[in-house]
């Protein structure tokens, strides 16, 4: 298997790039939003621009970004998790180490 | 043998003369001209609100004309919060040859884009009132619109586009205009208007150029006066099937009421006369509609479904132990988003 394709067979990676798109939809959203806004007069259809558009473009962003943070949090954990490990493996060897010296 | 073929073929032709002969007028009565006069002249007016009250429009202070809101040569009808705002005024004249008579006339007018200030069109309620005052050809005149008739009207009817289409039948301003002067109709919210309502409906002028939306166009289908014989003209209705009881004389024509003699009136005839009135097909009757004007953007349908597949994944995702060292060989760029 690829590098690229087992990075796309990861949850994590192929969570990330969709939580990417999605803000990248509400940025979106947000712009057509302000754009249909700006194009009436009539303040009943600016209100119906910045309700669908304008806020559900905001809060996308924001499900996007706060499920970021989330998979980052446990990213981060994991690390700790594996440089724990590591540490843990390698006292472990040196204790075997210093054991069979004497 | 030969002479028997041609004494049938001459006593078939002469039988079928007269119906050939009612055909052909029938034909030329029928025939529609199309004439499609061009509007001459219109213009649009901005009535102030107080207009609405019963009191009447009052004296009306010098205010800036809306007609900077949208684009030139632009034409506009329109309610705001359930009050009328915008009113059209046109005029077309509708010269027909003499004699003819008009049998279907229709207004098509295509509805500007929202960037021309229409706002919600498929939910305008529009109706076409005579216009019993001259009117001036401006944009956006402010004060009160000339006087209408809206006891001569009809309503405009909403064609989804592209471009989206207001259609006026004119058949009853046609009867008013020959015994009244011509001073043109006027497009103007429906007095059923819900209050709280808001619509624009924005068309192009006639004299617009450089856009893609066309003016108004009128079509009017007329009959022209009749040229055939009169003796012909007379008999324009279909002719009825061939009649066991009476004999068939019109089918015969001469050479019928000739040899066959109609035999005398027995009980069904009165049946047999009944028949031949013309049935008069009675379509259902709305009493109501139920429905609207349908969705812009049905698709959005979708998102709630869409919604829950991302939630259902993101759900899964979320709960799938994080691979480190995949991470470390591909996404180096969580780094920044972790820290």
């Known amino acids: 298997m690829t590098p690229s394709r087992r990075a796309f067979a990861d949850p994590f990676v192929v969570s990330v790039a969709l939580l990417l798109l999605l803000a990248a939809a509400g940025l979106a959203a947000v712009g057509l939003g302000w754009k249909g806004a700006a194009g009436s007069l009539s303040v009943s259809v600016q209100i119906t621009y910045i309700v669908s558009g304008v806020f559900g473009g905001v809060a996308v962003v924001a499900f996007a970004l706060g499920l970021l943070r989330v998979q980052g949090r446990r990213r981060r954990a994991a690390r700790r998790r594996a440089e724990v490990d590591r540490v843990v493996v390698a006292a472990a060897r040196a204790l075997a180490t210093a054991r069979g010296g004497q | ?339």
């Open chain 2, 1 to 339: 043998m030969r002479r028997s073929t041609l004494l049938v073929a001459v006593i078939a032709a002469m039988a079928l003369f007269p119906m050939w002969t009612v055909r052909s007028a029938h034909a030329a009565v029928t025939s529609t001209a199309v004439a499609s006069p061009a509007v001459t002249e219109d213009g649009w007016y901005a009535p102030p609100p107080t207009c609405a009250l019963p009191s009447g429009c009052g004296p009306v202070s010098p205010t800036p004309s809306p007609v900077d809101r949208y684009p030139a040569h632009t034409l506009h009808v329109g309610v705001t919060g359930g009050i009328e705002d915008a009113r059209t005024y046109l005029k077309f004249d509708p010269a027909l040859p003499d004699g003819a008579t008009p049998t279907k006339s229709t207004l098509t007018m295509p509805i500007a884009p929202s960037g021309d200030g229409s706002v919600q069109p498929e939910t305008a309620m529009v109706v076409a009132c005579l216009a019993t005052a001259p009117f001036s050809p401006g944009e956006g005149t402010v004060g009160a619109p000339p006087a209408v008739d809206c006891n001569t009207s009809g309503p405009a009817e909403y064609a989804a586009g592209p471009p989206a289409t207001l259609t006026v039948d004119l058949s009853p301003f046609l009867v008013r205009w020959k015994d009244t002067a011509n001073n043109g109709i006027v497009l103007l919210p429906s007095p059923r208007t819900a209050p709280g309502t808001t619509w624009h409906v924005a068309f192009s002028a006639h004299d617009r150029a450089g856009s893609d939306v066309p003016p108004a166009s009128i079509e009017v289908r007329y009959d022209p006066a009749p040229t055939a014989p009169a003796s012909a003209a007379t008999e324009p209705e279909p002719e009825p099937a061939p009649d066991v009881v009476t004999g068939g004389s019109r089918i015969g024509g001469l050479l019928g009421s000739a040899l066959v003699a109609p035999p005398p009136s027995s009980a069904a005839a009165p049946i047999v006369d009944e028949s031949k009135v013309p049935r008069v097909v009675r379509r259902p009757r709305l009493v109501g509609q139920v429905g609207g004007p349908g969705f812009a953007y049905p698709v959005v349908f979708a998102a709630p479904l869409l919604l829950l597949m991302l939630g259902a994944y993101f759900g899964w995702a979320l709960t799938q132990p994080v691979d480190v060292s995949v991470q470390m060989r591909s996404a180096p760029a969580m780094e920044s988003v972790s820290s």
